[in-house]
């Protein structure tokens, strides 16, 4: 379980089941987890 924060992420996609020779996208973004309230884990 992550903290709340701001993280980065990056992940590289190959769509070699879909088209053979396709090359591999990279994606590249921020994700923010925020946790409300106190309670318990």
Do not use: F, H
């Amino acid at each position: 379980e992550l903290p709340t924060g701001l993280y980065y992420y990056q992940a590289t996609v190959y769509y070699a089941q879909l088209e053979r020779n396709a090359p591999p996208q990279i994606l590249k973004s921020w994700v923010q987890i925020i946790r409300e309230g106190s309670g318990s884990r």
